[in-house]
């Protein structure tokens, strides 16, 4: 496919595509007339990029995970993980939302029952 194809169906732009091609996320192999060819893969590989770049991993991250052959059990558990931190996100900004305007001692009671549970999302981060 061309990059216009690709970037049609990846809703990604022309632009970005070749940046990855620069960088070495995309591989393309060129025409007689000097066009870009990219295999229907590349679609795969630029919605696993914008995955990886939503985890705010830099390019040479991104390059090194797309360079290793990673387990599929793997990818589906990270991207689980990405989903149910979403989740969580939105929950966040809603509960941040009722509590602008709640007393004081109040947002002091949730702050207190909410450190262990702080413990708790630290041990899960010093995991990772």
């Not at 192999?29 to 795969?44: V, W």
């Not at 001692?105 to 999302?121: D, G, N, R, T, Y």
């Amino acid at each position: 496919m061309k990059i216009g194809e690709i970037a049609k169906l990846s809703g990604v732009s022309t632009r970005t595509i070749d940046y990855y091609t620069n960088c070495g996320l995309l591989a393309a192999e060129r025409t007689k007339t000097n066009y870009r060819m990219y295999p229907a893969s590349a679609l795969q590989t630029i919605e696993r990029i914008q995955l990886l770049k939503k985890q705010r991993m830099s390019i040479s991250e991104i390059k090194d995970v797309l360079e290793t052959n990673e387990n599929p059990q793997t990818e589906l558990l990270v991207e689980e993980v990405y989903e149910e931190f979403e989740c969580l996100q939105e929950k966040i900004t809603k509960l941040e939302e009722q509590l602008k305007d709640a007393p004081s001692h109040v947002k002091f009671q949730i702050s207190k029952a909410l450190e262990s549970k702080m413990v708790a999302i630290a041990s899960l981060l010093a995991l990772l």
